[in-house]
């Protein structure tokens, strides 16, 4: 017999992510469609005379360049390679074999893997209408729960939690259960009741948010995330994170990418634009549209018969349009659609009113 992974490792179920279009639209992973910023191409190409050198382990112009664009203390901020990553140093800071974590019922997958890779339970909560249940999750603390992951806007349903929710959520957490705001579309949001909850990370024991580039910098494939919060969090991550976690070329795209306010304004302006087309659209053609502060929307199909998600989204799929099946996420009729180019989504209207027409 070889050697044995522990048993908390072999229960993972390994996450998969979007597929890619083969021909087509990729409409499964809320990327950017109008791309990354030109201004990001350039320092890459660039950068690309340095690859010999270990990048900067501390990120700290990126820290630097963070902490002024946010008007924050740098030194409460630490980088990752994607938020992704800042939750698995979490897991391995907080977690062991036994403690809880608590998430929202169609909460972000990510968490409840992190939590699997240190043993620890996941305790899922019942959302009303789609949105995640403050007092569902106040009354789900024990003893063992160590940290609470709310994500706001949360992904897969496109719902918020208003900031006084927010409050109330973290006014009746005990002060050693650290609640973790992961606002990886903040930048999207355009309702006035909503805050990231950057000034709560900043002034609490047990509150950190968590931002990434992948989504309004359009810069996934770059990994590059990071997060802010109480100093003694902060240290935490900093001694179980790898000495040069976040590549060169992270570094400095993010730090061109935060400079680029015009490509943040454009996109976010291009979103609002055609989130309300399609989600009007979509609700047209009698689907429910879950309402979405975010670049992606919830469609909901019907149970049996016809016109099912697995009907849909094989009938997308053959004309050439990848959405992403929320089967893993406990919403098996419904089917999650990133905003995509114009294009993209005038495809997606049309033939989603084909498949509807016999109805
Ligand atoms: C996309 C997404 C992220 C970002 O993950 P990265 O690892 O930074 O790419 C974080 N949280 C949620 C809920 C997301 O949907």
Redesign the pocket.
Known sequence: MGPKPLPNVLEIKPYVPGLAAEKGYKLS??ENPLGYSPAVREVLASGLDHMETYPDGGSNLLRSAIAERYGLSADRIVC????????QLLARAYLSAGDEIIQSEH??L?YQLVAQQSGAKTVSVPDIDMTTDVDGILAAVTEKTKIVFV?N????TGTYLPFDEIKRLHAGLPEDVLLVL????AEYVVKNDYASGMEMAGSFENVLM??????IHGL?AL???WAYGPAAVIDAINRVRGPFNVSYLAQIAGIAALKDEGFMDKSAEFNKRELARLSEALSNLGLTVFPSV?NFILVEFQSSGDYTADKAYAFLRENGLIVRDVKSYNLPDCLRISIGVKEANDQIISVLSQFMAGR
């Open positions: 992973s809320n990752g390679a994607g938020s992704d990553e800042i939750f909460g972000f990510v994500a806007p949360n992904n897969p992961d606002a990886a579309y968590t931002r990434t580039f992948s989504k996934a990994r590059l995330g975010a």
